[in-house]
């Protein structure tokens, strides 16, 4: 009866263990800009800044979407599909990561985290919107 009841007990411990790794497997894939700019243009990929409205009104990248971090959750308003690919970026890369992170929590595959738009080298477009959440 002991040995059924280690047995059951070790069977439990591996199963858990093998859930919770799972989840650490969960990594956010850094993007370069180069391979951004590249990407701009094409239908499946959403390209998501995630800086306060004013922050995006004063310079984004081409048909990004404005989702600021403290509303990323609304992401699931675009209807975007778990597989598609999404770039996020912010003003340094902290709020990216941390919106990659929860849209991979989210279970979103194929997350990307262009870092900060410090780093970008092309044209932004600061067409004055606020909280333009629309996409071309």
């Known amino acids: 009866m002991k040995i059924l009841?280690?047995?059951?007990?070790?069977?439990?411990?591996?199963?858990?263990?093998?859930?919770?790794?799972?989840?650490?497997?969960?990594?956010?894939?850094?993007?370069?800009?180069?391979?951004?700019?590249?990407?701009?243009?094409?239908e499946d990929v959403y390209i998501i800044d995630v800086r306060?409205?004013?922050?995006?009104?004063?310079?984004?990248?081409?048909?990004?979407y404005n989702i600021p971090l403290s509303n990323i959750h609304e992401i699931q308003k675009l209807f975007i599909e778990?597989?598609?690919?999404?770039i996020v970026y912010c003003r340094t890369g902290v709020r990216s990561r941390k919106a990659a992170?929860?849209?991979?929590?989210?279970?979103?595959?194929?997350?990307?985290?262009?870092g900060g738009i410090?780093?970008?080298?092309?044209?932004l477009i600061s067409d004055g919107s606020v909280g333009n959440s629309s996409k071309r």
């Open 101 to 114: 992170e929860i849209l991979l929590d989210l279970g979103y595959q194929n997350v990307f985290d262009m």
């Open 52 to 64: 306060e409205d004013y922050e995006y009104a004063s310079g984004h990248i081409k048909n990004a």
């Open 5 to 42: 009841f280690l047995c059951f007990f070790v069977l439990f411990l591996s199963l858990g263990c093998s859930t919770s790794s799972v989840e650490r497997n969960k990594e956010v894939v850094p993007i370069t800009t180069e391979s951004v700019f590249s990407m701009i243009d094409q």
């Open 82 to 86: 778990l597989d598609s690919t999404i």
């Open 118 to 123: 410090d780093m970008w080298n092309y044209e």
